[in-house]
C-alpha cells in the first residue's frame, strides 16, 4: 500500500510537471468564454445556481 502510493505520488509529480507550465490558468478565462459559448453558458448557469442557493439561505 505504500509503495503504490508513492507510485501515485510520482505519477501525480510527472503530470503536474509536463501540464502546469502550459496551463493557462484564470487570465484565460475571459478568453475562453468568448471563444467556446458552451463554457459561457456553463458559467451563467453556475451562476444561477449560486444566486438561488443564497437566496434559499436567507
Given at each position: 500500500m505504500?509503495?503504490?502510493?508513492i ?6 509529480l510527472r ?9 493557462t490558468g ?10 467556446d459559448?458552451?463554457v ?19
Amino acid at each position: 500500500m505504500l509503495a503504490r502510493s508513492i507510485l501515485r505520488f510520482e505519477q501525480y509529480l510527472r503530470t503536474v510537471t509536463e501540464y502546469a507550465p502550459r496551463a493557462t490558468g484564470l487570465d484565460a478565462a475571459e478568453e475562453v468564454r468568448d471563444i467556446d459559448p458552451f463554457v459561457a453558458v456553463t458559467g451563467r448557469v453556475n451562476s444561477l445556481r449560486n444566486l438561488s442557493a443564497a437566496l434559499g439561505d436567507t
